[in-house]
């Protein structure tokens, strides 16, 4: 117990040192109030030094906009889970499987895809809702959809998860899904965090 308490609080240490690094470098390359605004738009999410990491390649088009915030963080998510659930696709037609492995890589693989899907609809819906930011309801409904597609994407991921953990499985296999997948769904957290703000702050 107390070298698990010491690897998270290493790893705890070792990620902020990697957030303020990032923030140096952006900071560097853009104006400062984009840089704060990204940094401080990201502390409300679960995954801080993902979120400024991931988005600070955006930072001239994002500038103090919600939206143009909300979208590269979309846009991030859908690459992650594509990444994701082309590596599974391809693991289900792998030699060697155990009928019981197989079966849950395919179940895996049937919600990555449905995850792909559900955030490949939500990046036109979240640019619909930017458009009509002036008519509260057409926007409260085009921003509830985003909300709730990029919430079952994250259920995907996390029964993903689930399918894939259990004794049975190969230990090899189970971490190179594993990895890709969280990898995912910490991105994908931060997006739909990041949408709330956007949905926050003009509804």
């Excluded at 109030?33 to 801080?48: A, H």
Aim: charged share 15%; aromatic share 8%.
């Amino acid at each position: 117990m107390a070298n698990l308490t010491l690897h998270f609080l290493l790893l705890f240490l070792y990620f902020h040192c990697i957030l303020a690094i990032i923030t140096e470098s952006v900071t560097s390359q853009t104006d400062p109030n984009t840089t704060n605004f990204i940094v401080t738009s990201c502390r409300t999410t679960l995954y801080p030094t993902i979120c400024v990491q991931s988005l600070s390649a955006y930072a001239n088009t994002i500038q103090l906009n919600e939206l143009e915030l909300a979208h590269p963080a979309l846009t991030v998510s859908l690459s992650k889970a594509k990444i994701a659930s082309t590596y599974i696709s391809k693991l289900t037609r792998m030699r060697g499987l155990k009928p019981r492995e197989l079966q849950a890589v395919k179940d895996c693989s049937f919600n990555m895809n449905d995850c792909v899907h559900q955030l490949e609809r939500s990046i036109p819906e979240l640019g619909q809702s930017g458009k009509l930011a002036s008519g509260r309801d057409e926007f409260t409904w085009h921003v509830s959809n985003v909300q709730t597609w990029i919430s079952a994407a994250l259920t995907d991921q996390n029964t993903c998860l689930d399918m894939i953990n259990n004794p049975s499985m190969d230990g090899k296999i189970k971490d190179s899904i594993r990895v890709r997948v969280f990898v995912a769904s910490q991105v994908t957290s931060n997006a739909l965090a990041l949408v709330y703000k956007f949905a926050e702050k003009h509804s």
